[in-house]
């Protein structure tokens, strides 16, 4: 796995609280890891800071699963 | 009551009468203080009463860009902003038949627009420090009505409505908003009444007299303390009893 995919799956651990082994790149963060429409607005705010980039309203309704995250991240970061 | 210490707070309104109430009581409880308001020079005598643990920050809530930058100001001197009190107000009476759009649109972007524009920025940092105080100042006639302030009691309903919404959606992260809502206090923009409109006005207050700004500013003392965190969508009536909610 990628620095990012890591980086990535560590926020989601820490903000939804959820086992690390049940994070993979097709959990859906509200279907599958429990987390509300509130938990996904943090979840972005959390990715934001950590990779220094700014995603957009339209694009964060876009990601629902850890694999969306990551992939706008790795097009976007620095 | 509860001790603010560390915590910083931002008083919209703070050159008014009971702007600066609030900003005193919260900065007695220990609380950082950002005094915002259009009038410099109010605001830095009151900071410079204070003493430690203030900043000035003027601001026009009628310039939405001047509102977008606030509390990255506030962030940017305090260091953090854990307490918003939206409490600047402005009026433009007039009956609802000859009220010219402006006035209208003038009260609604800086009574609720602004207030909005505010917590929303605010609600960031609260939400990550899972902590956070939004008192916004409503009136009784958002709830009553009044002939000639369509547009204030719309803003001032409106701001109740948002406190409602907002606050259910914050809820889980300790995060609160409530309203407090005064009735007839007495301020410089009360001072204009004479005598005879005073009394007519103390004859419909229980009470028999018109609040003090410290009135006000001692129930946003405790919305915005610790003890207050299962207090949340509310709206505290401090209004001596004129009109019972």
Same mark, same amino acid.
């Given at each position: 796995?990628?620095?990012?995919?890591?980086?990535?799956?560590?926020?989601?651990?820490?903000?939804?609280?959820?086992?690390?082994?049940?994070?993979? *790149?097709?959990?859906?963060? =509200?279907? &599958?890891?429990? /987390?509300?429409?509130?938990? $996904? !607005?943090?979840?972005?705010?959390? %990715?934001?800071? *950590?990779?220094?980039?700014? =995603?957009? &309203?339209?694009? /964060?309704?876009?990601?629902? $699963? !850890?694999?969306?995250?990551?992939? %706008?991240?790795? *097009?976007?970061?620095? | 009551?509860?001790?603010?210490?560390?915590?910083?707070?931002?008083?919209?309104?703070?050159?008014?009468?009971?702007?600066?109430?609030?900003?005193?009581?919260?900065?007695?409880?220990?609380?950082?203080?950002?005094?915002?308001?259009?009038?410099?020079?109010?605001?830095?005598?009151?900071?410079?009463?204070?003493?430690?643990?203030?900043?000035?920050?003027?601001?026009?809530?009628?310039?939405?860009?001047?509102?977008?930058?606030?509390?990255?100001?506030?962030?940017?001197?305090?260091?953090?902003?854990?307490?918003?009190?939206?409490?600047?107000?402005?009026?433009?009476?007039?009956?609802?038949?000859?009220?010219?759009?402006?006035?209208?649109?003038?009260?609604?972007?800086?009574?609720?627009?602004?207030?909005?524009?505010?917590?929303?920025?605010?609600?960031?940092?609260?939400?990550?420090?899972?902590?956070?105080?939004?008192?916004?100042?409503?009136?009784?006639?958002?709830?009553?009505?009044?002939?000639?302030?369509?547009?204030?009691?719309?803003?001032?309903?409106?701001?109740?409505?948002?406190?409602?919404?907002?606050?259910?959606?914050?809820?889980?992260?300790?995060?609160?908003?409530?309203?407090?809502?005064?009735?007839?206090?007495?301020?410089?923009?009360?001072?204009?009444?004479?005598?005879?409109?005073?009394?007519?006005?103390?004859?419909?207050?229980?009470?028999?007299?018109?609040?003090?700004?410290?009135?006000?500013?001692?129930?946003?003392?405790?919305?915005?303390?610790?003890?207050?965190?299962?207090?949340?969508?509310?709206?505290?009536?401090?209004?001596?009893?004129?009109?019972?909610?």
């Amino acid at each position: 796995m990628s620095d990012i995919a890591e980086r990535v799956k560590k926020i989601v651990v820490e903000h939804l609280g959820v086992e690390e082994s049940k994070v993979n *790149e097709n959990s859906s963060f =509200i279907d &599958d890891l429990g /987390a509300d429409s509130l938990d $996904t !607005v943090e979840l972005v705010m959390a %990715f934001e800071e *950590e990779f220094g980039c700014e =995603i957009p &309203d339209d694009a /964060a309704e876009k990601i629902v $699963t !850890v694999k969306n995250a990551i992939d %706008f991240i790795s *097009e976007n970061a620095d | 009551m509860s001790d603010l210490s560390g915590k910083s707070a931002l008083v919209t309104g703070a050159s008014g009468g009971i702007g600066a109430a609030i900003a005193r009581q919260l900065h007695g409880m220990g609380a950082s203080v950002a005094l915002s308001g259009t009038r410099i020079e109010p605001l830095e005598a009151l900071a410079a009463e204070l003493g430690d643990r203030t900043a000035v920050t003027p601001c026009n809530l009628g310039d939405g860009e001047a509102v977008a930058g606030l509390i990255g100001q506030v962030e940017a001197a305090l260091g953090q902003c854990d307490i918003v009190i939206n409490n600047a107000g402005v009026t433009r009476d007039g009956l609802a038949m000859r009220m010219k759009d402006e006035d209208w649109d003038t009260v609604l972007a800086v009574d609720l627009t602004a207030a909005f524009k505010l917590s929303r920025a605010a609600l960031r940092g609260m939400m990550k420090r899972r902590w956070g105080r939004i008192v916004n100042i409503t009136s009784v006639v958002g709830h009553s009505g009044n002939p000639g302030q369509a547009n204030y009691a719309a803003a001032k309903a409106g701001l109740a409505g948002m406190t409602r919404s907002m606050a259910a959606e914050v809820a889980a992260r300790g995060i609160t908003v409530n309203c407090v809502a005064p009735g007839f206090i007495d301020t410089p923009m009360t001072d204009v009444l004479n005598d005879k409109q005073k009394d007519g006005i103390n004859e419909r207050i229980p009470a028999g007299r018109m609040g003090a700004p410290d009135d006000i500013a001692a129930a946003v003392a405790y919305l915005a303390s610790n003890e207050a965190g299962y207090v949340t969508g509310q709206t505290l009536h401090v209004n001596g009893g004129m009109a019972m909610l």
